[in-house]
Structures are given as C-alpha cells and as structure tokens.
C-alpha cells in the first residue's frame, strides 16, 4: 500500500523559514518523479513544485519560485519542501504527491494527507 | 499559464442522477488532462488521467471526455458517496494548473 506522510508544518512569521519533509513506504520512491501541491483555506488546489526521480530536474510555479527549494533523499526514500522568506499568502495544507511514472510526470497519483503551514505575525 | 476554467462552481444532484461537470482551458492541452475527487477533510483522490482514462478501483459510473480546449467529467447513477469537490487539471505545460473545483451535493 502506497503511504505518503508529510511532517514540518506549523504556525511561524512572515519572513520566517520552514521545512516539510514527506516519508514514502509502499512504492521503489527512488523510481518517481514527485510533487509538492498546496490549498489555502477553503481554497482550491496550486501545484507547487516538480523533483524528477534522480533530481536532475526541478520546476515550480511562479509563486513559489526563489523562496522554495524541492529537493529528496532516495536513501532515506523523502521528499523536502524548503519555505523561506514566508508569507502570509503561504498559509496553506501542502500535500506531497507522486507521479505514476517517468512518462507522465504530470499528474498525480498518490496523495499524503497533508501538513498545514500556517503564517501569522 | 494555462488557465482552466470550470462550472458550475457548484451542484446538487439526486440520487441516480447524471451530472456533468466541465472544464474550458484557455489552450489546447493535447491529452493531458485529469480529474480529482476531494471529499471533506481528505486529500483529493486521482479519478481520471488522460482526459478519460479511469483509474483502478474508480466505478465505471465516473466517465471523463473532449478534446482541443473543452472536457467534461460524467457520473452517472449519482450516489451518496459521490458527494465532494471535483478539480480538473491540466499538465501540458508548466505551470500545471488546477480547475477551481465544482462542489457536488446530494440534492
């Protein structure tokens, strides 16, 4: 059974930084690509960053992009989500998420049941 | 960025009715679209990739179809457990991007 388990979150302050961090079990993690996707409060869903299976590759939405790193550690079969210079528009559930395989990257199979990040002087 | 527009914001269906939910992208998305179920306090759950293709375990009740900028998700023979948010996507281009959800009640 495929389980994703997503840790880190929390309330911090604007400016502040942050690191999730997804544990994977049930699935070879080191063979797929990964996603970090996001939802604000009664919101809808925003993908937020890709890290292909080896990491050769990263992309990231506009809004995220120079503040969040997305990285992963096969050996330890985890995925990061580095936040830094936080925002309040951040607030969010972050959902960890991979691809079904190397050639379709795009779209998201299994779901953690997400870490909430909340940002607040 | 590809913008995904989709209606009704929101729905209320009978039970063994058929609904439609639709998605218009604002450019041509080749195959690349999926569709998720999101039920209160859980994480959205893949129900179709490739504008129609059902993953395992989804009822053949859920259908997906279009082409160029137009797509729409079916459920036939609505049921109870069908209620929740559906958000179509698209990953043709980066940034991918999400529908803004069509909330689904049992009338």
């Known amino acids: 059974e495929v389980q994703l388990v997503e840790s880190g979150g929390g309330l911090v302050k604007p400016g502040s930084s942050l690191k999730l961090s997804c544990v994977a079990s049930?699935?070879?993690?080191?063979?797929?690509?990964m996603h970090w996707i996001r939802q604000a409060p009664k919101k809808g869903l925003e993908w937020i960053a890709l890290?292909?299976?080896?990491?050769?590759?990263?992309y990231y939405a506009d809004s995220v992009k120079g503040r969040f790193t997305i990285s992963r550690d096969n050996s330890k079969n985890s995925l990061y989500l580095e936040m830094n210079s936080l925002r309040s528009e951040d607030t969010a559930m972050y959902y960890c998420?991979?691809?079904?395989?190397?050639?379709?990257?795009?779209?998201?199979?299994?779901w953690g049941q997400g870490v909430m990040v909340t940002v607040s002087s | 960025d590809i913008q995904m527009t989709q209606s009704p914001h929101s729905l209320s269906a009978s039970l063994g009715e058929t609904v439609s939910i639709e998605c218009l992208t604002s450019?041509?998305?080749?195959?690349?679209l999926a569709w998720y179920q999101q039920k209160p306090g859980k994480s959205p759950q893949l129900l179709i990739n490739?504008?129609?293709s059902l993953q395992d375990g989804v009822p053949s009740r859920f259908s997906g179809s279009g082409s160029g900028t137009q797509y729409s998700l079916k459920i036939s023979n609505m049921q109870p457990e069908d209620e929740g948010v559906y958000y179509c996507?698209?990953?043709?281009?980066?940034?991918?991007?999400f529908g803004s959800g069509t909330n689904l009640e049992i009338k």
């Open positions: 998420a991979n691809a079904p395989d190397y050639g379709s990257l795009w779209y998201f199979d299994y």
């Open positions: 049930g699935f070879t993690f080191s063979g797929y690509g």
């Open positions: 890290i292909y299976y080896d990491s050769s590759n990263k």
């Open positions: 450019e041509g998305i080749s195959n690349y």
């Open positions: 490739y504008i129609s």
């Open positions: 996507q698209q990953g043709y281009k980066y940034p991918f991007t």
